[in-house]
Each structure stands twice: as structure tokens, then as C-alpha cells.
């Protein structure tokens, strides 16, 4: 076991230096646009959303699963950006 | 926040920590998570059906921002992917007629647990005697001067997949992303089906079993084994969704929200994959099943079935 915390120490090192400040700067950026979208867009389909589950179950599956990828890929995007803008390295390294 | 769909109050800062430490899980090991997550979610209050379905639509969005991160790092082997979703989707099934045949059985808890923690102690010696052994022979390697080559991923455990190589059953396939010069078909669809099978029969996504497979039974190297799984993640965990939802059992607004953490958690923990060698992912990942292990053994004792 001795072995396993200095195999994680040793690799750590690098990235965690590396990663710190362009992620406590994405964050910031993030954490901002993330309070946006709670407010303008998940606040109000809230209400949509449970009238749908509601009444027509088959809609509700098909909107939850399109959503949720939806966001998947936005966010994906939404991250990619924002790393290669605050920390335009580190894709080359 | 109120999500009205579960009828639960509570702070969207909890779920989106929840989700970006679930994120960074997923990314680097190849995981759904829902070890983490669904007792997150139970503790928060969620009803148990509700968190079944909703980790599972969380951990699509997770899975897809994690996949594409891997793919962009070249560890997707899209081909073996497109191979396995045959597998997966008929395991999945399967796993899911069997809970729902041993739900006539009174003692169904205890049955999927044990064979839960089984399994799971089960992976965590074999990969713990893996990857020491692995990790031990490269510094002998390296005290007598001989240098790996590079780009060639070590393994202890190799001779288990030189024998599924071996498996003559046609037809046969290469897998040039993977470094497999030939492999029966049915090889990979029937590793596909097992961790489907588990997807199926014990929830999540089930990555904790199909990553230790398509490494030790396949020889897949341990990043593309990581990227594929989460490939075979947003399949299999999409599937979930769908079929939980139809039975009202997501709150995809708790799915979204918690995913907005997930998100970022996923890109960090995909990219960290880059600065470690597939032996030390290896023994890292170690803690998982062990930690689903006494979660599952906990439930158990305590009464609170994880299904």
C-alpha cells in the first residue's frame, strides 16, 4: 500500500500544479454563467416539465434523455472553450 | 430549489458538488458513479425511485462530455464501441427480466448484493494483484537498464487476453485503435453483454466490471478501455433512462443541475488521464469497486436495499 500512495504523489505532482490556476479561473467564469442559466432557463422549465410528466409519459422520456445530451454536448463545448481561452497551452502539452 | 417532479427541496450547490466530484471519477476511470450518486441523492432526500432513474440521465450528460473529451484525446476505440452496443443493449435487457423475475423471490436484496460484492472484491484483488505486479516488473526493467517501449502498455494479467485472442470462433476482427491484430467477435459481444448484464441487473452504469473486462479479458489498453467504457456508458445508461422515465422515475431537472458540475469535473478528470500510466489507472481505480463494495454491504445490514 506504501507503494500505491507514492505511485498517486509521484504522477500528481505535475498536473496538479498544472491544472490549478486555469481551473480555479474556469470555475469563476463557469460558476457565473451557470447562476444565468439556472435563472433563465431551468427556473421556468420547471413547470413545463411537470405538466409533460404529467400527461404524457412517452414525451417526458424522450424530452429527459434529448435534454440532458443536449447539455451534455452545450456544456462539453462550454468547457472546451473556456480551458483552451484561459489556459491556451494546454491542449499542446 | 424545489424540483417539483421528485417533491424535493434542495440546494442546487450540493447537487452540482456531487456531481463534479461523480465527473471527475467518471472521466479519469471510465465510470458511471452511481456508487457516489445514488446515495448522494438518497441522503439529499430523493425518493429511491427517483434516484435510480435521475443518476442514471445524469450520468448520459457526464458520460457524453467525458467520451468527447477522450475522443479528442484519441483514447475511443469507435469501432470495438459500435461492436459492443450489440452486447450491451442485450445484456441490459437481461440484467432487467432477471431483477424483475427475482422480485417474486422474497430474499431479492440479499441475492443482488451478494453477488454485487462478490464481483466487486472479486475485480479489487485481481486488479490490486495486477498493477503491483505490473508496476514491480517495470522497475526491475528499469534497475537493468532496459526501457519499455514506448507507447506499449505492460500488464501482469496479459496472458489472459493473449488467450481470448486465441479464441478461433469466426467471425474475426482487427482492431487497429486497440492494437489487436485479430479478435473473435463474439468475444467482444459477449464482454459487451456482461457489463450490460450488470448495467441491467444492479443499476448505473456498470463501468466498475466492463473496464477491468475490456482490459484483462480483451487486452484493451487501459485509456482507450477507459474512453470506450464510457462510450458503452452513454449507450447502456441512455437505455436507463428512457425505461425509468417512462416509469416516472427521473427528475431530469435534479439530472441537469447536478450534471452542470459533472460537467466540468469530466472535461478535468478525461485530461488528467494524460499524466498517468495505464498500471498506475489501474491501481488508482483499485478503491472503487471496494468502496461499491461496503456501500452495497452497508445497505444490506441496514435495511435501505440500493434498489
Not at chain 2, 462478490?118 to 526491475?140: H, N, P
Not at chain 2, 487476453?161 to 491484430?181: Q, T
Request: aromatic letters at 8%; hydrophobic letters at 50%; one cysteine or more.
Amino acid at each position: 500500500m506504501p507503494m500505491l500512495g507514492q505511485a498517486i504523489r509521484e504522477a500528481m505532482k505535475n498536473p496538479i500544479r498544472w491544472l490549478l490556476k486555469p481551473f480555479l479561473l474556469e470555475v469563476a467564469v463557469y460558476a457565473a454563467l451557470i447562476a444565468i442559466y439556472y435563472f433563465l432557463v431551468l427556473h421556468f422549465l420547471g413547470h413545463s416539465l411537470m405538466h409533460i410528466y404529467r400527461h404524457d409519459r412517452r414525451l417526458y422520456a424522450a424530452l429527459a434523455l434529448g435534454l440532458i445530451a443536449g447539455q451534455g454536448l452545450l456544456l462539453e463545448m462550454l468547457t472546451r472553450v473556456l480551458l483552451s481561452w484561459i489556459a491556451p497551452r494546454t491542449e499542446d502539452r | 430549489m424545489t424540483f417539483p417532479i421528485a417533491g424535493v427541496t434542495i440546494a442546487p450547490t450540493y447537487l452540482i458538488a456531487v456531481g463534479f466530484v461523480v465527473g471527475l471519477l467518471g472521466g479519469f476511470f471510465g465510470v458511471g458513479g452511481s456508487f457516489l450518486a445514488g446515495p448522494a441523492l438518497f441522503a439529499a432526500g430523493v425518493p429511491m425511485n427517483f434516484v435510480v432513474g435521475t443518476d442514471l440521465a445524469h450520468i448520459v450528460g457526464k458520460s457524453i462530455v467525458a467520451a468527447r473529451k477522450h475522443r479528442t484525446l484519441g483514447n475511443i476505440d469507435t469501432k470495438l464501441g459500435m461492436i459492443m452496443v450489440l452486447g450491451t443493449i442485450a445484456g441490459v435487457e437481461s440484467g432487467a427480466q432477471l431483477i424483475q423475475e427475482l422480485k417474486k423471490s422474497a430474499r431479492i436484496d440479499w441475492v443482488v448484493g451478494l453477488t454485487f460484492i462478490v464481483i466487486l472484491l472479486g475485480i479489487t484483488v485481481f486488479m490490486a494483484w495486477e498493477s503491483l505486479s505490473t508496476l514491480r516488473k517495470q522497475r526491475r526493467e528499469r534497475a537493468r537498464g532496459r526501457v519499455p517501449k514506448a507507447g506499449r502498455e505492460h500488464s501482469a494479467g496479459a496472458f489472459i487476453a493473449r488467450a481470448v485472442h486465441r479464441i478461433s470462433l469466426p467471425p474475426h476482427v482487427s482492431l487497429p485503435v486497440s492494437g489487436i491484430a485479430s479478435i473473435s467477435v463474439w468475444a467482444i459481444v459477449l464482454v459487451a453483454f456482461i457489463g450490460g448484464f450488470f448495467s441491467g441487473f444492479l443499476g448505473g452504469g456498470a463501468g466498475y466490471i466492463r473496464m477491468p473486462c475490456l482490459i484483462y479479458l480483451l487486452g484493451i489498453p487501459t485509456h482507450i478501455a477507459v474512453g470506450t467504457d464510457l462510450f458503452e456508458i452513454i449507450i447502456s445508461a441512455s437505455y436507463g433512462t428512457v425505461s425509468h422515465a417512462l416509469k416516472g422515475n427521473v427528475d431530469i431537472l435534479i439530472a441537469l443541475v447536478m450534471h452542470t458540475g459533472a460537467a466540468i469535473g469530466a472535461q478535468m478528470g478525461a485530461t488528467l488521464t494524460q499524466y498517468f500510466v495505464g498500471s498506475r489507472i489501474r491501481l488508482a481505480f483499485i478503491p472503487l469497486p471496494l468502496i461499491g463494495a461496503g456501500m452495497m454491504l452497508h445497505s444490506l445490514l441496514t435495511g435501505h436495499p440500493p434498489k
